[in-house]
T-cell receptor
Framework: EAGVTQFPSHSVIEKGQTVTLRCDPI?????LYWYRRVMGKEIKFLLH????????ESGMPNNRFLAERTGGTYSTLKVQPAELEDSGVYFC?????????????FGPGTRLTVL | AQSVTQLGSHVSVSEGALVLLRCNYS??????LFWYVQYPNQGLQLLLK??????LVKGINGFEAEFKKSETSFHLTKPSAHMSDAAEYFC????????????FGTGTSLTVIP
């Protein structure tokens, strides 16, 4: 079974440009999450999809960030326009929908550098 | 509010020595606790999790962690470090009040000295 995949693995852009990150969850996982780790800090929650619906987007830093999950499969996270403080590693995770302490399965992350 | 504190951003141990990575949590309700490991250029991999069953939890690669409610701790241990254990380790907490959101610590980078 394939794990969570993310593309690209690295992205270097200039301030003011736009970047789109993609996440493909594990097949059959309706829950999809985005997290971000700024260098040296903790991994922080950004938002949570259940299928194509945003369940919780309380962690999104501002309106320069737009997440979508059309069709309830893969998800994209767009940053427009990018700022220096957006640099970090963006992780995607997925999990099935069921009761109990569900494990989230993480992808390898996308390292974003904004110059 | 939920939070996780990992004491020591960098830990070095000799090969064969005990590994102890510390994690303290803050949670207003009974927590679920997790340890994840990230090897270089890889994603976060689940090592083990506490889900209110046994307080001593065994995970992969010889790691284990003990949930101590009185100390609000969930420290990760391994009796004998191996070179392949060099990685970054993250402690995380969630509970029913946080929904599906995980709260992570800042991570501990483990170096194993030959």
């Amino acid at each position: 079974e394939a794990g969570v995949t993310q593309f690209p693995s690295h992205s270097v852009i200039e301030k003011g440009q736009t970047v789109t990150l993609r996440c493909d969850p594990i097949s059959g996982h309706d829950n999809l999450y985005w997290y971000r780790r700024v260098m040296g800090k903790e991994i922080k929650f950004l938002l949570h999809f259940v299928k194509e619906s945003k369940q919780d987007e309380s962690g999104m830093p501002n309106n320069r960030f737009l997440a979508e999950r059309t069709g309830g499969t893969y998800s994209t996270l767009k940053v427009q326009p990018a700022e220096l403080e957006d640099s970090g590693v963006y992780f995607c995770a997925s999990s099935p929908v069921r009761e109990g302490p569900i494990t989230q399965y993480f992808g390898p992350g996308t390292r974003l550098t904004v110059l | 509010a939920q939070s996780v504190t990992q004491l020591g951003s960098h830990v070095s141990v000799s090969e064969g020595a005990l590994v102890l990575l510390r994690c303290n949590y803050s949670s207003s309700v009974p927590p679920y606790l997790f340890w994840y490991v990230q090897y270089p250029n890889q994603g976060l991999q689940l090592l083990l999790k506490y889900t209110s069953a046994a307080t001593l939890v065994k995970g992969i690669n010889g790691f284990e962690a003990e949930f101590k409610k009185s100390e609000t701790s969930f420290h990760l241990t391994k009796p004998s470090a191996h070179m392949s254990d060099a990685a970054e380790y993250f402690c995380a907490v969630r509970n029913e009040s946080t929904g599906n959101q995980f709260y992570f610590g800042t991570g501990t980078s483990l170096t194993v000295i030959p």
